[in-house]
């Protein structure tokens, strides 16, 4: 078990952290939904609160109040067993509640949280759901960071979030070809501290030879990739990602420009020159694909990236890998509405490793296995070959 003020630390330093994230915007800001996959800021700062007060507060604090008897409704994401929600497509219609009104639900439920914590010494059972809790809003202040982007770098203005955020850290190392031995390798979490349920079920796999890049692929390279008609040669892609291509008109990553003959890239400190020896990013698994297939080569299976991890550099983007998003042996998904969290998304997506730069602290590890939609390309992603 952990010490409660080890938790209640860790909570209110997670919290804080949501809210940093929030303090370059504007008002206007918190309201935006400009696509279905990007949730206004506003509903972020909601949907982590409804957690805490719906898993802890309402079934374990005696005597509590809501807050609101509407907010379950329109902070609930995904969860069936726990009620009716706002649709997905709608969290932008809501200009009520209002942002300080989000903040005044946020302060209420924490200070809940708090006063539980200070008087009570929690289950092993109810430590792990306020655990799940925490890094569920990690996972939040993630997405915030990149909603967040994707909202200003979708603004015809590009104005600026933050001069701080070192978004293109530059890999400096040559690039190298590591090798792996065929053999058997112990894949998944293992130990006590904290994991998704996902992550469980340590299991062996055979990998055969294989070769892995110590070295992300970099801005130029992908350039090499465009001006080789990478976007125009069929060949390169599958033929559901060819359709996308060709009914999405889709020719460069995303954020990219290009203006008076050269690729700009909008950034969190607004439109930039592009950096040519910057890790690619904003790639969908179906242009991580082709690009490998231009190149000869592949994407690496999760457990081919898992195995290997430990000789090179990993955590500034996303890595997709050729790994469909399934149940590990003896998955079990635990029961009532956390058992909503992963298992019931273990289709149609595909698996990425490591972090990024949006990735909150101490939050990934090297059997976090991350997920989305081929198609998908507003995360920080990027791609690692292999052969």
């Not at 110590?214 to 390169?236: A, I, P, Q, R, W």
């Not at 090297?366 to 939609?373: A, E, I, K, S």
Request: negative net charge; hydrophobic residues 30%; glycine residues 6%.
């Amino acid at each position: 078990m952990i010490h409660t003020d080890t938790l209640q630390a860790f909570f209110l330093e997670t919290r804080q952290d949501t809210e940093s994230i929030c303090k370059p915007l504007e008002i206007e800001d918190y309201v935006v939904q400009p696509i279905v996959d990007v949730s206004p800021p506003k509903w972020h700062l909601g949907h982590t609160t409804w957690f805490f007060e719906e898993f802890i507060l309402k079934p374990h604090k005696p005597d509590y109040k809501l807050f609101h008897e509407d907010f379950a409704y329109v902070f609930n994401s995904y969860y069936e067993a726990v009620g009716k929600r706002v649709l997905r497509t709608d969290r932008g219609n809501l200009s009520r509640p209002g942002v300080a009104k989000v903040y005044d639900y946020r302060h209420y439920v924490t200070n809940e949280m708090k006063e539980y914590l200070n008087q009570n010494e929690l289950s092993p059972e109810l430590q792990q759901v306020l655990l799940i809790g925490i890094h569920h809003e990690k996972q939040h202040q993630e997405l915030l960071m990149t909603d967040l982007k994707y909202i200003l770098g979708h603004n015809p203005l590009f104005p600026k979030y933050h001069d701080e955020v070192n978004e293109h850290p530059i890999q400096k190392h040559t690039a190298e070809w590591i090798s792996m031995e065929e053999g058997i390798y112990e894949i998944g979490h293992e130990g006590d501290d904290f994991c998704y349920d996902n992550e469980e079920g340590r299991h062996r796999v055979f990998l055969h030879d294989y070769e892995i890049s110590n070295k992300l692929v970099t801005n130029g390279d992908y350039l090499e990739f465009m001006n080789s008609d990478g976007y125009s040669n069929h060949n390169y892609w599958h033929a559901e990602a060819w359709d996308w291509v060709k009914n999405e008109d889709v020719s460069k990553p995303m954020y990219w420009h290009k203006i008076e003959g050269k690729w700009h890239h909008y950034t969190y400190g607004g439109l930039q020159e592009l950096n040519i020896d910057a890790p690619v990013t904003h790639i969908s698994y179906y242009e991580a694909f082709a690009y490998a297939q231009w190149k000869g080569c592949r994407l690496p299976t999760e457990f081919e990236w898992e195995a290997a991890q430990k000789h090179f550099e990993w955590g500034t983007r996303w890595e997709w890998t050729e790994s469909a998003y399934l149940p590990y042996p003896d998955y079990k998904k635990p029961e009532g509405a956390i058992g909503e969290y992963n298992g019931k998304f273990m289709v149609n997506q595909k698996v990425l490793r490591g972090g990024s730069i949006a990735t909150s602290k101490n939050h990934t590890r090297p059997t976090y296995r991350n997920f989305f939609q081929t198609n998908l390309k507003w995360q920080f992603t990027g791609i690692r070959l292999a052969k």
